[in-house]
């Protein structure tokens, strides 16, 4: 007897097993290789599928023509670990989308149509550790607080995208990034690249292609060179200027806003005065002003 049930609890085990995978109705065309992976590649697909099991851990959704990732969608699959939407059409990423994916830890939405990474994106993503940005052709604008609270970041690619500077405020939450890569973008470097010069200088070792594999051009229209062949004293004569020209910004447009006041509260006051007078003479006086 004693042995019998021994064979069988594996047995059962198995059979349940079998039924628990098969009653989580994987999403039509997909694959389920275990309970925890979703793999839609490679299907054609233009929406993210609407029967993915919840407890989904793993999904694979590249090679498809994704145009947007829903909203609620790191809500509802909040076990998320690994998700892998590259080479989509992915063109922007709604505000909070990812900002509740407190478990994800791989996310890949290279080889898609981003044009911007607004500030706020990952909101929560404590957990995030590989973040995969790169050949977005459009990409030019990441937020000064794009990347707030990835604190367990270790890497992160930007490669290929169309930055032509990064406000370096962005990179500054990252205090756990081990490889950066930001080689193959038109990167432009003026005075607004200084800043963001010093912070690759001082952090070579994160740079997957170091100074070297990174070119910008120069504002005088010369080619493109390496970052290696700068130095800060490249920039040098862009902090003077660069703070004289704001200072100038901020007096010239205090005076805008002060002049376009007085002149605003001056027709105003006209215009008042004029209907006064108008209301005054009577109605075929305004209506004569009006020939
Ligand atoms: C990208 O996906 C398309 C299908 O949407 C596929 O034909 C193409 O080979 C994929 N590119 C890469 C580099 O995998
Ligand atoms: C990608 O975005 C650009 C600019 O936003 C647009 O002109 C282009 O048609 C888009 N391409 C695709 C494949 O969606």
Same mark, same amino acid.
């Given at each position: 007897m004693l042995p019998c049930i021994n064979w069988l609890q594996p047995l059962l085990a198995l059979i349940s097993s079998t039924l628990l995978t098969q009653s989580q109705n994987c999403p039509p065309s997909c694959l389920c290789p275990d309970p925890h992976t979703v793999d839609c590649t490679g299907l054609g697909l233009t929406t993210v599928?609407?029967? =993915?099991?919840?407890?989904? $851990? $793993?999904?694979?959704?590249?090679?498809?023509? =994704?145009?947007?990732?829903?909203?609620?969608?790191?809500v509802l699959y909040s076990d998320l670990v690994y998700l892998d939407m590259r080479n989509n059409?992915?063109?922007?990423?709604?505000?909070?989308?990812?900002?509740?994916?407190?478990?994800?830890?791989?996310?890949?939405?290279?080889?898609?149509?981003?044009?911007? =990474?607004?500030?706020?994106?990952?909101?929560?993503?404590?957990?995030?550790i590989k973040l995969r940005l790169g050949s977005n052709p459009y990409l030019s604008l990441v937020g000064s607080d794009a990347f707030m609270g990835l604190t367990s970041l270790r890497e992160l690619d930007m490669e290929k995208n169309g930055l032509t500077v990064l406000d370096v405020q962005a990179l500054e939450p990252l205090s756990s990034l081990r490889v950066l890569r930001l080689e193959g973008n038109p990167w432009f470097c003026s005075c607004h690249f200084a800043s963001l010069f010093v912070w690759l200088t001082e952090n070579q070792n994160k740079l997957s292609t170091g100074l070297r594999g990174i070119e910008c051009s120069l504002p005088d229209g010369g080619g493109r060179i390496p970052l290696s062949l700068l130095s800060e004293d490249s920039f040098r004569e862009c902090r003077g200027i660069l703070t004289l020209t704001d200072y100038l910004i901020v007096i010239f447009s205090g005076i805008c806003v002060s002049v376009t006041a007085i002149v605003a509260s001056f027709f105003l006051a006209s215009t008042v005065h004029c209907f006064q007078r108008l209301s005054k003479g009577g109605k075929g006086d305004e209506e004569e002003g009006k020939d």
């Open positions: 599928p609407d029967s =993915i099991p919840l407890n989904v $851990r $793993r999904l694979l959704l590249s090679n498809n023509g =994704i145009l947007w990732i829903p909203s609620d969608f790191l059409s992915l063109s922007q990423l709604e505000p909070g989308t990812l900002s509740t994916s407190s478990r994800l830890v791989f996310l890949d939405l290279g080889s898609n149509n981003l044009t911007e =990474i607004p500030s706020g994106t990952f909101g929560e993503s404590k957990s995030l």
